[in-house]
């Protein structure tokens, strides 16, 4: 099986379970992709910034931050109708406060000579993942899986026409100090797409579409394929900062699971500060 053939079997099977849990598999179901993404991130993280001196009690720490921070939105929702959402909003607090307190004391007795590199990879997984991955599961929770379902859609789009446009007529570089292949004329062509997909959801999908006007649409299209290219290249420059030509070897064709939510990871913190202009 060439690559290409490959690649769009794993892109097919990476679809088709975020999909899935967006349709099927509720809140709860989504949560606990976001939850599974943040986990493999983590890992991923940790062997691309710290690859010679990776401290396992550290990225346990980590992996449970992270994971803390995904599940709040939800735990949120189940615990305020009984104890109040005051009350619930402060034990989430609480929690992350402790975990924030136990990951500095935990530092104390690792390797001295790896602190501030562990410090520091712990906190880009709780900023880099934690929180964009958890902005994620509070909007499913919020809003809905229609607008989930349409931000996946414009990513897609946007990679696609990125990606064909590119590959066609790419002449001019986008930031090639971060990533080479990247072309103005490929931006656009995702911005295109991007947009394309929103006035096709408005027009397409009746009353199960987002309640937002086409023009929003547009404008959610548009602020999807920014966000998705700065979440490209934010993760590019990391890469090329370790090294490495992809986060992993998880999903044939694609590379490490960063490699595909590192759109989503800026996306998702764009829609919610998109969604909140909105509501003023």
Sequence with gaps: MNKIAVRAATGAVYVT??????????????TALCALFGVLGV???????????????A????????????WAPLYYVWAAPMVGASVALLLILATIAT??????IVQLYGPVEQALGTLSHSFLSIFYLGIPLAIAAMLDIIAGPAYLL?????????????FLVGSAI??????ERVSP??????FWGGFVFAIGGGIFIYYLFGSWAPTLSLVEMIFMGAIVSLSATWGD????????SAHVKDSGNLLPGHGGILDRIDSLLVVAPSLLIFFVILLF
């Design 233 to 240: 290249l934010v993760e590019s420059i990391m890469k090329r």
């Design 17 to 30: 379970v975020i999909v899935a849990m967006l349709m099927i598999g509720g809140a709860l179901g989504f």
């Design 43 to 57: 890992l991923e993280l940790d062997k691309i910034s710290n690859p010679r001196s990776s401290w396992v009690v």
């Design 59 to 70: 990225a346990l720490v980590d992996i449970v931050m992270v994971l803390t921070l995904i």
């Design 150 to 162: 349409a931000m996946f859609i414009m990513i897609w789009l946007n990679d696609t026409g990125a």
């Design 181 to 186: 292949k990247k072309s103005w004329e490929g």
């Design 99 to 104: 975990m924030f307190i136990v990951r500095l």
């Design 170 to 175: 790419g002449r001019h570089r986008l930031f």
